[in-house]
């Protein structure tokens, strides 16, 4: 059964500071891993998807690595702002199997950035 | 362009009613199409799945059931609630996502906008 883990369950930041986020998996056969954010109350927005093959996705100041064999993500926020304050999770979409395409999630890292 | 709607946005229900719950996605054909839960303090649970027309998956047992009688619509019911199936309840649809990484193009979630479910 895949678990994800995610580390810190909270972070605290002054503006302007680079930060990671960390997210580790137990059963490396995924097909993907998917981070979202959470503002309160709201759905989910994806930021960054990485397959199986790659290594690193990269989307403005956000910054996604994946390393499958063992079992880690972490999503590095650069010159984190104020509006980057919500809450980050990660999700893996495991290769195969009888749930076609289940994502399973960590628990989330609620970031605060103040000014 | 894909979009996934999702509503209502709020629901205050009292024990012993009736749910439903509906989620539209346009732009695509014969999409999966997903509910999960995410109870206070707790994170996102898959709930139901469902891979076309009248095909409905399980993952938990509960008080809860899906349909789906069109193609991209998915509904999700109770016919009796209770205070534990308070929560907020989100549809998402996997598909090709709209970015192109190299030439290679992706399948990922994407989710709807959330309904929270307050059983009083």
């Known amino acids: 059964k895949q678990e994800v883990t995610q580390i810190p369950a909270a972070l605290s930041v002054p503006e302007g500071e680079n930060l990671v986020l960390n997210c580790s998996f137990t059963d490396s056969a995924i097909y993907n891993l998917q981070w979202f954010r959470q503002d309160p109350g709201k759905g989910l927005t994806s930021l960054l998807l990485?397959?199986?093959?790659?290594r690193e996705q990269t989307s403005g100041r956000l910054n996604a690595s994946l390393d499958k064999s063992s079992g880690r993500s972490t999503l590095y926020i650069a010159a984190s702002q104020p509006g980057d304050s919500a809450t980050y999770l990660c999700?893996?979409?495991?290769?195969?199997?009888?749930?076609?395409?289940?994502?399973?999630f960590g628990q989330g890292t609620i970031l605060t950035v103040h000014p | 362009s894909q979009t996934i709607h999702q509503w209502p946005a709020t629901l205050v229900q009292p024990v012993g009613s009736p749910l439903s719950l509906e989620c539209t996605v346009e732009g695509t054909s014969n999409p999966n199409l997903y509910w999960y839960r995410q109870a206070a303090g707790r994170g996102l649970q898959l709930l139901f799945y469902?891979?076309?027309?009248?095909?409905i998956s399980s993952e938990v047992p509960q008080n809860l059931s899906a349909s789906r009688p069109q193609d991209r619509q998915f509904i999700l019911s109770s016919k009796k609630l209770l205070l534990s199936d308070s929560g907020f309840y989100l549809c998402?649809?996997?598909?090709?996502?709209?970015?192109?990484?190299?030439?290679?193009?992706?399948?990922?979630?994407?989710f709807g906008s959330g309904t929270r479910l307050t059983v009083v």
């Open positions: 999700a893996v979409t495991n290769a195969g199997g009888t749930s076609y395409g289940k994502l399973t």
């Open positions: 469902s891979v076309g027309i009248g095909q």
């Open positions: 990485i397959q199986s093959s790659q």
């Open positions: 998402a649809w996997r598909g090709q996502l709209r970015l192109v990484v190299g030439a290679v193009n992706i399948y990922g979630y994407t």
